[in-house]
């Protein structure tokens, strides 16, 4: 179907016809430090399944990506996180974290965004995480655990580093990475990239079966790092869109 726009100008109003746009299926977080190490065709494969799929075999797809826990991985996490939030705005049990860069399916999303109009009689949940350190990283999946999208499952005491398989959260859920992060180097930060190891954080991260990879910076941002020259060899550790394609197209990680 076709919607009428209106446009209005300084001499005339002009009236144009345009086709509905369709509906947004996944939502991917991402931020500016995030590349793609995938197609977009790969995005869609890993996100929606063939596109020629049965409607059983779909709905195998139909699924939010959410790397969750339900413990605190560190004393940052409990001291920070958890304990930050008052057991009187959300029982313990109900908390959850997770890396913030996700994928929610439409129907997860709309429940995330509709919780204070359908369960909370219009009050907002996130004034709870005011105290709460990286609050992206527990808002999402505490309140798909308070809607029981994210559960522990039988038999589970909890969900954590030892939790196997990625239905272990829910069968709603696959409990998975979509963002490669290194960090082994620091609890508080992952590593940082740039065009001068980007090839092979390519190759670890499709080898861990992520779909984005973070974060890249600039040589000039680092301590010791480079200024931006665009005479340099470097140029600052920019790598052009050409450049990345072709490596990711063609796999050519040498």
């Not at 940052?76 to 313990?92: C, G, K, M």
Request: charged share 25%; with cysteine.
């Amino acid at each position: 179907s076709e919607t009428s726009t209106k446009v209005e100008g300084s001499e005339s109003t002009v009236y144009c016809e345009q086709e509905d746009i369709p509906p947004v299926d996944r939502f991917i977080f991402v931020s500016e430090s995030c590349l793609p190490v995938t197609t977009l065709e790969e995005v869609e494969l890993a996100t929606f399944g063939p596109r020629n799929a049965s409607e059983s075999s779909a709905a195998l797809y139909d699924k939010s990506w959410v790397n969750a826990r339900s413990t605190p991985n560190n004393g940052y996490s409990r001291q920070l996180q958890w304990d930050a939030i008052r057991t009187d705005n959300i029982p313990h049990n109900f908390i959850w974290k997770a890396d913030q860069w996700m994928v929610l399916n439409r129907s997860h999303a709309d429940a995330v965004a509709s919780l204070p109009t359908k369960h909370l009689n219009g009050r907002q949940l996130w004034p709870a995480f005011r105290k709460c350190r990286a609050s992206d990283e527990i808002y999402f999946p505490t309140v798909l655990s308070i809607l029981g999208i994210i559960s522990r499952q039988d038999g589970e005491a909890q969900v954590d580093d030892t939790s196997k398989g990625e239905s272990c959260a829910g069968s709603e859920v696959r409990r998975r990475r979509i963002t490669y992060c290194d960090w082994s180097q620091s609890a508080k930060n992952p590593a940082s990239f740039t065009s001068r190891d980007w090839k092979g954080v390519v190759v670890k991260a499709r080898g861990d079966g992520c779909l984005f990879a973070r974060k890249f910076v600039l040589l000039s941002s680092l301590p010791g790092g480079v200024y931006k020259n665009p005479h340099s060899i470097d140029n600052d550790g920019t790598v052009s869109v050409d450049d990345w394609i072709t490596v990711v197209k063609q796999k050519q990680f040498g």
